[in-house]
């Protein structure tokens, strides 16, 4: 094996059912998965996107109440890959649409970005990658 792919992102969540709805239209993705482990106190849903990815939403039974944060060690943010100007600014217009306050089109070194929040505060970007790593 020369690699390994992305299996899954899990991200712990508030509440399952406005968070699969909000991801659900963002993402136009479909649940796959659902259930709870009374053992470890959480229930999970999984989606799926049309590209394929998979992304856990967990609600634990004790949350920590502090507020996401990408300076917390831990997760910085999460971003979902967009192939074209065209498929950024399709974005653009959909979070837009539905509401969600976003940071416009910036420009970077490496790339093209869309940063937004999630439900929970969790740090999200549309991105598409200009340079080759």
Known sequence: MSG???SHVD???S?????????SRL????????GTNDEHGFAF??????????????RHDEQDP?????RRTGLDHLSFAVDSPEEL???????????VPHSGI????????IAFLDPDGIQLEFYRLTVQP
Request: aromatic share 8%; net charge negative.
């Open 45 to 58: 849903r999984y989606l799926k996107t049309p590209a394929g990815t998979l992304i856990g939403l967990i």
């Open 89 to 99: 600014r399709a974005q653009l217009r959909k979070l837009t649409d539905l509401d």
């Open 15 to 23: 509440d399952l059912d406005r968070s699969e709805k909000w991801y």
């Open 66 to 70: 502090a507020p996401f944060s990408p």
């Open 106 to 113: 910036v420009e970077q070194p490496t790339g093209d970005a």
């Open 4 to 6: 390994y792919a992305l």
């Open 11 to 13: 991200l712990s969540v």
């Open 27 to 34: 993402l136009d993705a479909t649940r796959v998965l659902d």
